[in-house]
Protein backbone atom coordinates (compact mmCIF):
# COMPACT_ATOMS: atom_id res chain seq x y z
CA UNK A 1 0.00 0.00 0.00
CA UNK A 2 1.22 3.12 -0.50
CA UNK A 3 2.26 5.86 1.47
CA UNK A 4 -0.33 8.20 0.69
CA UNK A 5 -3.51 5.50 0.36
CA UNK A 6 -2.11 4.79 4.23
CA UNK A 7 -2.64 8.48 5.18
CA UNK A 8 -5.73 8.56 3.85
CA UNK A 9 -6.96 5.26 5.13
CA UNK A 10 -6.01 6.40 8.65
CA UNK A 11 -7.64 10.06 8.63
CA UNK A 12 -5.59 12.44 7.00
CA UNK A 13 -6.63 14.71 4.23
CA UNK A 14 -4.41 14.94 1.02
CA UNK A 15 -6.55 17.98 -1.03
CA UNK A 16 -5.22 16.30 -4.77
CA UNK A 17 -2.85 13.48 -3.60
CA UNK A 18 -1.94 13.04 -7.44
CA UNK A 19 0.60 16.57 -6.82
CA UNK A 20 1.69 15.84 -2.98
CA UNK A 21 5.14 14.06 -3.44
CA UNK A 22 5.51 11.94 -0.10
CA UNK A 23 9.33 10.68 -0.03
CA UNK A 24 10.06 6.54 1.10
CA UNK A 25 11.93 7.66 4.11
CA UNK A 26 8.40 9.12 5.13
CA UNK A 27 6.98 7.17 8.68
CA UNK A 28 3.21 7.68 7.86
CA UNK A 29 2.31 6.74 11.50
CA UNK A 30 3.81 9.93 12.90
CA UNK A 31 1.30 11.75 10.46
CA UNK A 32 -1.15 12.38 12.74
CA UNK A 33 -5.54 11.70 12.04
CA UNK A 34 -7.23 15.02 11.06
CA UNK A 35 -4.14 16.83 9.34
CA UNK A 36 -4.58 18.32 5.80
CA UNK A 37 -1.93 18.45 3.82
CA UNK A 38 -3.00 20.62 0.32
CA UNK A 39 -1.58 20.30 -3.31
CA UNK A 40 1.67 20.60 -4.56
CA UNK A 41 3.26 20.07 -0.45
CA UNK A 42 6.19 17.78 -0.15
CA UNK A 43 7.26 15.50 2.72
CA UNK A 44 10.33 14.16 3.28
CA UNK A 45 12.91 12.77 6.25
CA UNK A 46 12.99 9.77 8.76
CA UNK A 47 12.15 12.15 11.13
CA UNK A 48 9.00 14.01 10.57
CA UNK A 49 6.33 14.30 11.94
CA UNK A 50 2.96 15.69 12.58
CA UNK A 51 0.11 16.23 15.27
CA UNK A 52 -3.31 16.72 15.01
CA UNK A 53 -5.22 19.48 12.96
CA UNK A 54 -2.00 20.62 11.50
CA UNK A 55 -2.90 22.22 7.78
CA UNK A 56 0.05 22.02 5.57
CA UNK A 57 -0.16 24.24 2.41
CA UNK A 58 -3.08 26.30 2.60
CA UNK A 59 -2.07 29.19 0.63
CA UNK A 60 0.83 27.94 -1.23
CA UNK A 61 2.79 24.48 -1.35
CA UNK A 62 5.00 23.37 1.01
CA UNK A 63 8.51 21.71 1.24
CA UNK A 64 8.96 19.95 4.50
CA UNK A 65 12.30 17.79 5.51
CA UNK A 66 12.81 16.24 9.08
CA UNK A 67 10.54 18.94 10.76
CA UNK A 68 8.43 18.01 14.17
CA UNK A 69 5.24 19.29 14.14
CA UNK A 70 2.60 19.72 17.32
CA UNK A 71 -0.76 20.13 17.37
CA UNK A 72 -3.01 22.55 15.66
CA UNK A 73 0.16 23.85 13.44
CA UNK A 74 -0.32 25.67 10.33
CA UNK A 75 2.07 26.08 7.62
CA UNK A 76 0.41 28.40 4.97
CA UNK A 77 3.07 27.84 2.79
CA UNK A 78 7.31 28.02 2.03
CA UNK A 79 10.38 25.89 2.99
CA UNK A 80 10.88 24.38 6.52
CA UNK A 81 13.71 21.93 7.37
CA UNK A 82 15.22 20.52 10.56
CA UNK A 83 13.11 22.68 12.62
CA UNK A 84 10.74 22.05 15.41
CA UNK A 85 7.05 23.78 16.08
CA UNK A 86 5.11 23.68 19.19
CA UNK A 87 1.22 23.51 19.41
CA UNK A 88 -0.36 26.28 17.41
CA UNK A 89 2.70 27.47 15.64
CA UNK A 90 1.39 29.48 12.21
CA UNK A 91 3.45 30.63 9.32
CA UNK A 92 2.59 32.47 6.41
CA UNK A 93 3.28 32.33 2.57
CA UNK A 94 6.96 32.32 1.98
CA UNK A 95 8.38 31.33 5.28
CA UNK A 96 11.91 30.30 4.88
CA UNK A 97 12.69 28.41 7.86
CA UNK A 98 16.32 26.66 7.78
CA UNK A 99 17.93 24.28 9.99
CA UNK A 100 18.11 24.60 14.16
CA UNK A 101 14.61 26.70 14.99
CA UNK A 102 12.31 25.66 17.63
CA UNK A 103 9.30 27.60 18.18
CA UNK A 104 6.96 27.10 21.06
CA UNK A 105 3.23 27.45 21.48
CA UNK A 106 1.41 29.41 19.84
CA UNK A 107 4.40 31.62 18.49
CA UNK A 108 3.81 32.63 14.88
CA UNK A 109 5.74 34.29 11.78
CA UNK A 110 3.31 36.30 9.19
CA UNK A 111 4.58 36.05 5.26
CA UNK A 112 8.06 35.63 3.78
CA UNK A 113 10.33 35.57 6.92
CA UNK A 114 13.19 34.03 6.47
CA UNK A 115 14.77 32.44 10.20
CA UNK A 116 17.72 29.91 10.97
CA UNK A 117 19.14 29.14 14.67
CA UNK A 118 15.78 31.01 15.67
CA UNK A 119 13.92 30.28 19.21
CA UNK A 120 10.71 31.55 20.34
CA UNK A 121 9.41 31.26 23.44
CA UNK A 122 5.37 30.83 23.73
CA UNK A 123 3.69 33.62 21.78
CA UNK A 124 6.85 35.46 20.41
CA UNK A 125 5.30 37.16 17.22
CA UNK A 126 6.83 38.17 13.76
CA UNK A 127 5.72 40.03 11.36
CA UNK A 128 6.20 40.53 7.71
CA UNK A 129 8.93 40.65 5.78
CA UNK A 130 11.77 39.14 8.48
CA UNK A 131 15.09 38.41 8.72
CA UNK A 132 15.75 37.45 12.42
CA UNK A 133 18.32 34.34 12.11
CA UNK A 134 20.44 33.55 15.58
CA UNK A 135 18.36 34.84 17.96
CA UNK A 136 16.33 33.83 21.02
CA UNK A 137 13.05 35.68 21.92
CA UNK A 138 10.90 35.14 24.89
CA UNK A 139 8.55 37.55 27.34
CA UNK A 140 4.48 38.17 27.56
CA UNK A 141 2.37 36.47 29.16
CA UNK A 142 -0.28 35.25 26.72
CA UNK A 143 -1.38 35.15 23.10
CA UNK A 144 -2.88 38.48 23.16
CA UNK A 145 0.28 39.78 25.33
CA UNK A 146 2.99 38.65 22.75
CA UNK A 147 6.67 39.96 22.46
CA UNK A 148 6.56 41.40 18.63
CA UNK A 149 8.98 41.59 16.14
CA UNK A 150 7.37 44.43 13.38
CA UNK A 151 7.33 43.88 9.52
CA UNK A 152 10.66 44.58 7.76
CA UNK A 153 13.00 43.92 10.75
CA UNK A 154 16.11 42.17 10.38
CA UNK A 155 18.42 41.08 12.56
CA UNK A 156 22.33 41.43 11.25
CA UNK A 157 24.38 38.51 12.27
CA UNK A 158 27.57 38.89 9.13
CA UNK A 159 30.30 40.75 10.47
CA UNK A 160 32.16 42.99 8.17
CA UNK A 161 34.88 40.41 10.08
CA UNK A 162 33.28 38.12 8.28
CA UNK A 163 31.98 35.75 11.55
CA UNK A 164 28.45 34.90 12.67
CA UNK A 165 29.50 35.26 16.49
CA UNK A 166 26.43 37.19 16.90
CA UNK A 167 23.93 35.73 18.62
CA UNK A 168 21.09 37.78 20.64
CA UNK A 169 19.22 37.70 23.45
CA UNK A 170 15.74 39.09 23.71
CA UNK A 171 14.62 38.05 27.06
CA UNK A 172 16.23 35.36 28.50
CA UNK A 173 15.60 31.65 29.39
CA UNK A 174 15.48 31.47 32.97
CA UNK A 175 12.86 33.87 33.63
CA UNK A 176 11.15 33.29 30.34
CA UNK A 177 10.23 29.61 30.70
CA UNK A 178 7.91 30.81 33.43
CA UNK A 179 6.01 33.05 31.12
CA UNK A 180 4.97 35.82 33.86
CA UNK A 181 7.73 38.45 32.04
CA UNK A 182 6.62 41.39 30.20
CA UNK A 183 6.64 41.50 26.87
CA UNK A 184 9.27 42.86 24.46
CA UNK A 185 8.25 45.41 21.47
CA UNK A 186 10.47 45.92 18.57
CA UNK A 187 9.30 48.01 16.09
CA UNK A 188 8.94 47.63 12.13
CA UNK A 189 10.99 49.31 9.49
CA UNK A 190 14.14 48.58 12.25
CA UNK A 191 17.19 46.37 12.86
CA UNK A 192 19.36 44.87 15.29
CA UNK A 193 22.96 44.84 15.38
CA UNK A 194 24.50 41.18 17.00
CA UNK A 195 25.16 40.18 19.58
CA UNK A 196 23.08 41.70 21.88
CA UNK A 197 21.17 41.58 24.91
CA UNK A 198 17.84 43.36 25.08
CA UNK A 199 15.58 42.58 28.46
CA UNK A 200 11.77 41.89 29.16
CA UNK A 201 9.18 44.79 29.18
CA UNK A 202 11.56 46.77 26.59
CA UNK A 203 10.47 48.85 23.42
CA UNK A 204 12.54 49.91 20.53
CA UNK A 205 10.14 52.01 18.67
CA UNK A 206 10.10 51.36 15.05
CA UNK A 207 13.03 52.16 12.39
CA UNK A 208 15.77 51.98 14.82
CA UNK A 209 18.66 49.94 14.33
CA UNK A 210 19.32 48.91 17.34
CA UNK A 211 23.53 48.47 18.63
CA UNK A 212 24.84 46.98 21.72
CA UNK A 213 23.41 45.71 25.40
CA UNK A 214 20.31 47.35 27.16
CA UNK A 215 20.05 46.34 31.07
CA UNK A 216 17.03 47.81 33.00
CA UNK A 217 13.72 46.39 31.92
CA UNK A 218 10.58 47.88 31.44
CA UNK A 219 11.96 50.97 29.10
CA UNK A 220 11.38 52.43 25.81
CA UNK A 221 14.78 53.23 24.21
CA UNK A 222 16.10 55.00 21.38
CA UNK A 223 19.79 55.84 20.76
CA UNK A 224 20.37 58.63 18.16
CA UNK A 225 21.45 57.73 14.35
CA UNK A 226 24.53 58.27 12.84
CA UNK A 227 24.48 61.93 11.91
CA UNK A 228 28.08 62.56 10.63
CA UNK A 229 30.64 61.68 7.68
CA UNK A 230 32.49 58.98 8.14
CA UNK A 231 35.39 58.00 5.38
CA UNK A 232 38.31 56.01 7.30
CA UNK A 233 40.65 53.08 6.91
CA UNK A 234 39.14 49.81 7.57
CA UNK A 235 40.47 46.47 7.96
CA UNK A 236 38.34 43.86 7.95
CA UNK A 237 41.14 41.38 9.02
CA UNK A 238 41.81 43.73 12.03
CA UNK A 239 39.92 43.16 15.42
CA UNK A 240 39.38 45.48 18.31
CA UNK A 241 37.90 45.28 21.66
CA UNK A 242 36.20 41.20 21.68
CA UNK A 243 35.55 41.03 25.04
CA UNK A 244 31.54 41.82 25.10
CA UNK A 245 31.45 39.38 21.88
CA UNK A 246 32.77 36.54 23.86
CA UNK A 247 30.50 36.92 26.84
CA UNK A 248 27.73 37.51 24.83
CA UNK A 249 28.37 34.32 23.25
CA UNK A 250 28.68 32.57 26.23
CA UNK A 251 25.50 34.02 27.86
CA UNK A 252 23.62 33.14 24.90
CA UNK A 253 25.36 29.41 25.06
CA UNK A 254 24.55 29.25 28.95
CA UNK A 255 20.68 30.01 28.27
CA UNK A 256 20.49 27.34 25.61
CA UNK A 257 21.59 24.85 28.26
CA UNK A 258 19.58 26.37 30.64
CA UNK A 259 16.02 25.53 28.71
CA UNK A 260 17.94 22.18 27.52
CA UNK A 261 17.60 21.22 31.62
CA UNK A 262 14.39 22.73 31.60
CA UNK A 263 13.07 20.50 28.97
CA UNK A 264 14.73 17.61 30.41
CA UNK A 265 13.21 17.99 34.08
CA UNK A 266 10.19 19.78 33.18
CA UNK A 267 8.64 19.50 29.95
CA UNK A 268 9.31 16.14 29.59
CA UNK A 269 5.94 15.65 31.98
CA UNK A 270 3.70 17.24 29.17
CA UNK A 271 5.21 15.68 26.21
CA UNK A 272 5.02 11.96 26.59
CA UNK A 273 0.99 11.08 25.65
CA UNK A 274 1.54 10.25 21.68
CA UNK A 275 4.46 9.77 19.59
CA UNK A 276 3.72 13.07 17.59
CA UNK A 277 4.72 14.65 20.94
CA UNK A 278 7.11 12.69 21.81
CA UNK A 279 8.77 13.35 18.57
CA UNK A 280 8.58 17.22 19.54
CA UNK A 281 10.34 16.89 22.70
CA UNK A 282 13.01 14.62 20.82
CA UNK A 283 13.05 17.29 18.13
CA UNK A 284 13.47 20.35 20.32
CA UNK A 285 16.26 18.78 22.31
CA UNK A 286 18.16 17.59 18.77
CA UNK A 287 17.29 20.98 17.58
CA UNK A 288 19.16 22.53 21.02
CA UNK A 289 22.42 20.42 20.59
CA UNK A 290 22.39 21.90 17.30
CA UNK A 291 22.55 25.33 18.54
CA UNK A 292 25.13 24.05 21.06
CA UNK A 293 27.07 22.87 18.04
CA UNK A 294 26.73 25.86 15.98
CA UNK A 295 27.55 28.49 18.25
CA UNK A 296 30.31 26.40 18.99
CA UNK A 297 31.48 26.58 15.60
CA UNK A 298 30.83 30.46 15.16
CA UNK A 299 33.25 30.91 18.47
CA UNK A 300 36.00 28.73 16.72
CA UNK A 301 35.71 30.93 13.55
CA UNK A 302 36.25 33.72 15.66
CA UNK A 303 39.51 32.45 16.87
CA UNK A 304 40.99 31.92 13.35
CA UNK A 305 40.29 35.54 12.70
CA UNK A 306 41.64 36.47 15.64
CA UNK A 307 44.92 34.82 14.94
CA UNK A 308 45.02 36.44 11.71
CA UNK A 309 44.85 39.63 13.22
CA UNK A 310 47.19 39.04 15.62
CA UNK A 311 49.64 38.43 12.75
CA UNK A 312 49.02 41.67 10.96
CA UNK A 313 52.13 44.41 11.46
CA UNK A 314 51.40 47.44 13.69
CA UNK A 315 50.16 48.72 16.51
CA UNK A 316 46.98 47.14 18.16
CA UNK A 317 45.82 48.02 21.72
CA UNK A 318 43.78 44.67 22.66
CA UNK A 319 46.82 42.45 21.63
CA UNK A 320 46.82 41.43 25.32
CA UNK A 321 43.38 40.69 25.19
CA UNK A 322 43.09 39.04 22.38
CA UNK A 323 46.53 36.44 22.90
CA UNK A 324 44.79 35.86 26.43
CA UNK A 325 41.43 34.71 24.50
CA UNK A 326 43.36 32.33 22.29
CA UNK A 327 45.40 31.19 25.11
CA UNK A 328 41.59 30.04 26.96
CA UNK A 329 39.85 29.00 24.28
CA UNK A 330 41.27 25.51 24.07
CA UNK A 331 40.82 24.58 27.43
CA UNK A 332 37.57 26.82 27.83
CA UNK A 333 36.06 24.93 24.46
CA UNK A 334 36.75 21.55 26.36
CA UNK A 335 35.10 22.69 29.54
CA UNK A 336 32.20 23.95 27.73
CA UNK A 337 31.55 20.99 25.86
CA UNK A 338 31.76 18.84 28.86
CA UNK A 339 29.46 20.76 30.67
CA UNK A 340 27.18 20.65 27.59
CA UNK A 341 27.24 16.76 27.63
CA UNK A 342 27.11 16.68 31.50
CA UNK A 343 24.47 18.76 32.66
CA UNK A 344 21.89 15.62 32.17
CA UNK A 345 23.92 14.17 34.90
CA UNK A 346 23.35 17.26 37.82
CA UNK A 347 20.93 16.67 40.32
CA UNK A 348 18.17 19.18 40.38
CA UNK A 349 17.84 20.78 43.59
CA UNK A 350 15.75 19.60 46.20
CA UNK A 351 13.16 22.14 46.21
CA UNK A 352 13.02 22.43 42.49
CA UNK A 353 12.32 18.71 41.78
CA UNK A 354 9.47 19.01 44.46
CA UNK A 355 7.85 21.99 42.83
CA UNK A 356 7.73 20.04 39.77
CA UNK A 357 6.49 16.86 41.02
CA UNK A 358 3.49 18.84 42.00
CA UNK A 359 2.91 20.14 38.85
CA UNK A 360 -0.21 18.87 37.65
CA UNK A 361 -0.15 17.30 34.08
CA UNK A 362 -2.65 17.85 32.01
CA UNK A 363 -1.37 21.76 30.41
CA UNK A 364 1.65 23.21 30.62
CA UNK A 365 0.47 26.46 30.02
CA UNK A 366 -1.41 26.45 32.77
CA UNK A 367 0.80 24.50 35.30
CA UNK A 368 3.48 27.12 34.59
CA UNK A 369 1.94 29.81 34.73
CA UNK A 370 0.17 28.33 38.28
CA UNK A 371 3.33 28.25 39.91
CA UNK A 372 3.23 30.12 43.33
CA UNK A 373 5.88 33.39 43.47
CA UNK A 374 8.45 31.34 45.44
CA UNK A 375 8.41 28.51 43.30
CA UNK A 376 9.16 30.74 40.45
CA UNK A 377 11.82 32.10 42.12
CA UNK A 378 13.58 28.53 42.90
CA UNK A 379 13.74 27.81 39.23
CA UNK A 380 14.48 31.28 37.77
CA UNK A 381 17.91 30.23 40.65
CA UNK A 382 18.27 26.95 39.24
CA UNK A 383 18.37 28.12 35.49
CA UNK A 384 20.40 31.09 36.63
CA UNK A 385 22.84 28.77 37.67
CA UNK A 386 23.83 27.38 34.54
CA UNK A 387 24.31 30.19 32.66
CA UNK A 388 26.60 31.55 35.36
CA UNK A 389 28.59 28.07 34.84
CA UNK A 390 29.09 28.17 31.04
CA UNK A 391 30.05 32.34 31.30
CA UNK A 392 32.50 30.65 33.64
CA UNK A 393 34.40 28.83 31.50
CA UNK A 394 36.51 31.49 30.07
Not at 61 to 82: S, Y
Not at 137 to 154: L, V
Not at 262 to 268: F, N
Not at 279 to 290: D, F, I, P, V, W
Request: with cysteine; glycine share 10%; hydrophobic share 40%.
Amino acid sequence: MSAKKRLMEKGVTLIGPDTIFISEDVNSDYIATGSVIHPGCRLSGDQLSIGGSCVIGAEAPVTLNNCQLGNGVHLAGGFFEKSTFLDGFKAGSGAHVRPGCLFEEGSSIAHSVGVKQTLFLPWATAGSLINFCDCLMAGGTSRKDHSEIGSSYIHFNFTPHQDKATPSLIGDIPRGVLLNQPAIFLGGQGGMVGPASIPFGTVIPAGQIWRGDHTKSGQIVMKKSVNMNLVLPFDAARYKGIARIVRSNLRYIGNLVALDQWYRVVRSRFMHEDSCQRKCYSGARQRLQEMFQERIKRLDGLVQNIEVSLALPGDNPFRDEHREFLKCWTSGRENLETLIKSADEILVPEKVQAVVNELPDEDYISAVQGLAPEASEDIAVWLYAYVEAVEAVL
